[in-house]
């Protein structure tokens, strides 16, 4: 129910077939393959898991999505290190992730955001991103919050 109320958000927000995404702790791959089968450019899935890459470098072949690239990588040192731009990063990490509030902050500082980009952190109750600067709005969806942040 949350990934689809999610992607009617976004159907409102932004026209997914321009868009260049990026999926953070992207896991199974689910969210990648919602992205890749509405159309977007391209959808780039990090995750640290060999497995998880494999999954979904299996999946997209048996699919047919030409439009996913995956990357193994510790998730907060290429936030740190390497910089790449996407139009819309969706951050999902593991809800026990102790530095989960600091993913819109490495995100936005090091410019991994494209101008009038979209950036969405899925996370448990309890965390509040308002004050950040370019939180736009929080959507409860249960035991599921999405924050969402725009660069203008």
């Not at 819309?88 to 989960?100: G, M, R, S, T, V």
Request: net charge negative.
């Amino acid at each position: 129910m949350a990934k689809e109320s999610l992607f009617n958000v976004l159907n409102n927000l932004v026209d997914l077939e321009e868009l260049d995404v990026l999926d953070l702790f992207a896991g199974t791959g689910s969210i990648t393959l919602e992205f890749a089968s509405r159309g977007c450019k391209s959808v780039v899935s990090m995750d640290a898991e060999y497995r998880c890459i494999d999954y979904i470098e299996k999946t997209a072949k048996d699919f047919g999505f030409e439009n996913i690239k995956t990357i193994r990588a510790d998730v907060f040192r290429s936030l740190k290190s390497t910089k790449y731009s996407f139009d819309l990063i969706f951050a999902d990490p593991p809800y026990n992730l102790k530095w989960l509030d600091q993913i819109p902050e490495l995100i936005f500082k090091n410019g991994w955001l494209n101008k009038n980009a979209w950036l969405i952190v899925e996370h448990p109750q309890g965390y509040d991103f308002a004050r950040h600067e370019f939180f736009i709005r929080q959507r409860d969806y249960g035991k599921v919050n999405f924050s969402f942040f725009k660069n203008d």
